[in-house]
């Protein structure tokens, strides 16, 4: 890895898909990177990894909830937003697509998203191809994409339902090699979503 990542923060968003357990390698290449990770959890992520595993990795607070840490001057949502370089969202469930092409933010998730501008936001879709192909899925991922925010992946192959299909999260060097991407460009923005 590049320079491209030091000193850089970024913003790891995880969701509840089972691909979340390869976000903890992408973590800790960030962090071995001297990027200045930090991680956000959905409640459904915490199903598949704990908080723990990824306050070791980053060496930073994990944030959980919506209602934590309101001391400062800004709520942690638009603080978390807003300095950030590149937001991460990975595994990106199709729940969380939905609420990105939404607006919605019924959680902290969500929340920071919604506050975030799409043109750092890099997303890396992870599901079933059922759930990657159906048409409320292909018009969220449309909608994202045209909102400025930058996908890797998905990609076909081996998925945790014992099928073959796209649908499948990028592999974390792939992962890796889009934020490093993302960073050395000028303007945000610039990829693929491809239907
Ligand atoms: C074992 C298991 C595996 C799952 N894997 C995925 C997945 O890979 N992708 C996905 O979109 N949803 C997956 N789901 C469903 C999500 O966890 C569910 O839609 C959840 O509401 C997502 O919440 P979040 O987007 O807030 O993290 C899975 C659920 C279970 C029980």
Known sequence: MTSTLSSRSI????????????????????????ASVTVAMTAEAQKFVGPATFRALSAN??????????DGKDPQHIRLAQTADLLLV??????????????????LVATILLAADPRKVLIAPAMNEAMWNHPATQRNAKRVFD??????????????????GVG?????????????????KD????????P
């Open 11 to 34: 913003l790891v968003c995880v969701c509840g898909g089972i691909a979340a357990y390869k976000i903890a390698d992408v973590v800790s290449k960030l962090a071995q990177a001297k």
């Open 61 to 70: 607070t994990v944030y959980t909830d919506l209602w934590d840490h309101l």
């Open 90 to 107: 990975a595994p990106c469930t199709a729940n969380t697509l939905a609420r990105m092409a939404q607006g919605l933010a019924p959680d």
């Open 147 to 164: 909102d400025g925010v930058e996908f890797v992946g998905p990609g076909a192959g081996w998925q945790a339902c014992r099928t073959v």
């Open 168 to 184: 499948r999260m990028s592999e974390p060097a792939e992962i890796l090699a889009a934020i490093e991407q993302k960073l050395s």
């Open 187 to 194: 303007s945000a923005g610039a990829a693929h979503f491809t």
